[in-house]
């Protein structure tokens, strides 16, 4: 019989079985580390250093640095294999379709991360604040709720999924020492971005006032007024409907392009 | 079984590997496919298993195109390479993870040819020395019981009993519906296994013939004294006196040198092709 070969949930399954057998050992150090780390330094920060924690607040940074850092530094190794000549012919002989297993890679540097990454962070802050409470008798006060704003909060969780799938891409394009290169990649674009747009706000406004100086890429630029002894700026805002494309483009375009993007690299992979 | 249609292929540009190469390839049988370091061997192979794509040409498996790596199309070819990977796990846990993707996978032929190569089949992988792996490997690539099954090098590492006992295998898993090609540079290795060779040479194929055709075309003898034989193909000389090649004018039957054959391909091309056209 022909099989379908695009997808098929039980070969996914057995898919997802294999790679689980393949790197059980780095998923279970690297839960392990992020875990350890988190509260292993908080832990020492209390007992030692008898510096409490005293409003959740002040350890949202750290779990915003983790989400994103961690979740980038995970997914830049999800196509490792195609680093080492022996582990890329395994990979890509495999009898699965190349998006059985782009999906599979998808989903665990992903979702996988993001689950677990706030299974780790609730434990810890649970062994955190126990801890605290036991040698400092200081209680954490929640003066920060996750969901609270969701519309803007919202965007922080769109940020991951836009970052998560450009570490995805540069995984498809750098096999060793990805999330470096892909760093570097994002500069690069960055600058790109800023000088294009240097250019077009010098071509239109002219050298005066600054403009090019005092503007972000695309969104605003600000006119340097007065002086000689006071000086003042006024921002000028892209319209509205140019704002909400941009805001659509976050929530529904980016990730899936590059997402896409990815895939079709993964198809046109070579050993 | 494998057909290849005016494949071109280079690493860099202008520095073709292959130019228009034909090759068709039929099930029944185990092809050797020889050349000199570099000829492009593992590249042939890697392009037969869809992991290189053709620069222009085509290169399909069983009617599927090789480059776009359908589970339909890998599920029913096995590539040994040269350089390979195994998990950290058992043996037993390698065969439950990987054999599900291959439908015809036989686990007691698996068991068996393991047995053959005297490997426990209880013993974690990274316990195993290279050759023990290869002969996991090589074991697990026969009991998948794919139609294609092509190797690289695959005596590379094997000790001496070992690589008898490679021959032994295979001989025993060929059948009528599969097709199995063996790369390698150490001729010898296969001699008695193969049935059909294929020499790659300067970017295409220079010569695929089945063993039966080249005993009954050629002759391979050993003499003591070259000048008092007439038409020499090609000649080697060693201790024993000459190994010679001549036209078997006389219908005789003699064993191949598939060393000496591949070495007056590539040095004496020209006539010894004649006699095959």
């Known amino acids: 019989m022909q099989p379908n070969n695009v997808f098929n949930v039980r070969r996914m399954q057995l898919y997802l079985q294999k790679h689980f057998t393949d790197h059980y050992r780095f998923y279970g150090m690297g839960m392990l580390t992020i875990f350890g780390l988190m509260t292993g330094i908080s832990v020492l920060m209390i007992t030692v250093g008898r510096d409490p924690f005293r409003v959740l607040s002040h350890m949202v940074p750290f779990y915003y640095i983790g989400l994103f850092f961690g979740g980038a530094l995970f997914t830049s190794r999800a196509f490792g294999e195609l680093g080492s000549k022996e582990k890329g012919v395994d990979f890509l002989m495999l009898p699965a379709s190349q998006f059985e297993k782009f999906v599979t890679l998808f989903l665990i540097s992903g979702l996988g991360y993001f689950v677990f990454y706030h299974i780790s962070c609730y434990l810890s802050f649970k062994i955190i604040e126990s801890t605290q409470l036991a040698a400092l008798g200081v209680k954490i006060e929640q003066d920060y709720l996750f969901l609270d704003h969701p519309k803007e909060k919202i965007y922080i969780y769109y940020g991951y999924l836009i970052l998560q799938a450009a570490f995805l891409l540069g995984a498809t394009y750098f096999h060793k020492y990805s999330f470096i290169k892909t760093v570097l990649c994002i500069f690069a674009f960055a600058f790109a971005l800023w000088l294009i747009n240097c250019v077009i706000v010098t071509l239109i406004f002219g050298f005066g006032h600054e403009f090019w100086k005092r503007s972000v890429p695309f969104l605003l630029v600000s006119k340097l007024e007065g002086g000689p002894i006071a000086w003042h700026t006024t921002m000028y805002l892209i319209p509205k409907w140019l704002q909400d494309t941009y805001l659509f483009m976050i929530k529904f375009v980016i990730a899936p392009v590059l997402w896409t993007i990815a895939y079709f690299r993964l198809k046109d992979q070579e050993i | ?277």
């Open chain 2, 1 to 277: 079984m494998i057909n290849i249609q005016s494949l071109t292929f280079s690493y860099r540009k202008n520095k073709p590997l292959f130019e228009n190469l034909q090759l068709r390839l039929e099930a029944g049988h185990i092809y050797g496919l020889l050349g000199k370091n570099g000829a492009g061997k593992s590249t042939l192979l890697k392009q037969i298993a869809g992991l290189l794509f053709p620069d222009s040409g085509t290169c399909e498996v069983l009617g599927y195109p090789s480059a776009k790596r359908q589970p339909a199309f890998l599920r029913e070819i096995f590539l040994v390479p040269e350089e390979f990977y195994l998990p950290k796990v058992s043996v037993k846990r390698y065969v439950n993870t990987y054999a599900p993707f291959y439908p015809n996978f036989d686990e007691a032929a698996f068991y068996n040819y393991l047995k053959e190569f005297e490997i426990p089949g209880d013993q974690q992988l990274t316990e195993m020395s290279y050759g023990q792996k290869k002969k996991v490997l090589i074991s697990f690539a026969l009991a998948t019981n794919t139609k294609a099954l092509i190797m690289d090098e695959p005596t590379n590492g094997l000790d001496i009993p070992s690589k008898s006992q490679f021959r032994k295998v295979i001989a025993a898993a060929v059948s009528d519906d599969k097709c199995i090609v063996i790369s390698t540079h150490q001729v010898r290795d296969l001699d008695n296994l193969i049935d059909s060779i294929v020499i790659i040479d300067g970017h295409k194929i220079i010569f695929r013939e089945d063993v039966q055709t080249v005993t009954d075309k050629l002759s391979f003898k050993t003499v003591s004294r070259i000048e008092e034989t007439t038409g020499v193909l090609f000649a080697d000389s060693n201790v024993r006196g000459h190994t010679i090649i001549t036209r078997n004018a006389g219908h005789e039957q003699s064993k191949i040198d598939m060393e000496l054959l591949f070495n007056a391909v590539l040095t004496n091309h020209k006539p010894i092709q004649e006699i095959f056209n």
